[in-house]
Every structure is written in C-alpha cells, then in structure tokens.
C-alpha cells in the first residue's frame, strides 16, 4: 500500500527536522521555511515569506514549477507534489 498524503508530510517534517504530527495538517510557515531551506531555496533572513511564495519556491526546486509563480503554485502541496518533495529530500 502507498504512502497517504499524511505519511508523505510526517517523512519530510521528519527530513528537515521537524517533529512528526499526529493530527493531519498542512505546513506550518516554520516547516516550509525549513523545507526551503533543505531544498536550497533562498528566503531571506529576517521575517519569512508568504506561506504561498515559499510553496511556489519549493515547487521550483523539485521540478514541480518551472518558476516561481505564485498564482500557478496554488494552495496546499498535492499528493504527486509532496512525492517529487519527499524525493528531493531523500537525495
């Protein structure tokens, strides 16, 4: 049987340094800036970027996008995306 969306979360949390969640939720602003900057996405220092501009970023750097654009990236990482992250992460 293949992952669910909530294992595919819980292995890239995990990945990246951030705790396992029991509860099904999407990305905290924290654990997309960690995914960031695991995925060599530059956010500047300071106070983070919108939780839509650091998706679109991600989304750029595992080959999802082929830019940042984000009224393209949409909202919560679908399934296939949370694989292609998952992948990236596991290189």
């Given at each position: 049987?293949?992952?669910?969306?909530?294992d595919?979360?819980?292995?890239?949390?995990?990945?990246?340094?951030?705790?396992?969640?029991?509860?099904?939720?999407?990305?905290?602003?924290?654990?997309?800036?960690?995914?960031?900057?695991?995925?060599?996405?530059?956010?500047?220092?300071?106070?983070?970027?919108?939780?839509?501009?650091?998706?679109?970023?991600?989304?750029?750097q595992?080959?999802?996008?082929?830019?940042?654009?984000t009224?393209?990236?949409?909202?919560?990482?679908?399934?296939?995306?949370?694989?292609?992250?998952?992948?990236?992460?596991?290189?």
């Amino acid at each position: 049987m293949g992952k669910t969306v909530d294992d595919l979360r819980n292995e890239i949390r995990e990945a990246v340094g951030r705790y396992e969640r029991v509860e099904s939720t999407a990305f905290t602003k924290e654990a997309l800036a960690a995914i960031c900057e695991a995925v060599e996405y530059d956010i500047e220092a300071g106070s983070l970027p919108s939780k839509s501009r650091m998706r679109a970023g991600i989304r750029r750097q595992v080959g999802e996008l082929p830019e940042d654009d984000t009224d393209r990236a949409g909202t919560a990482f679908r399934k296939a995306e949370l694989e292609a992250i998952a992948a990236a992460l596991a290189e």
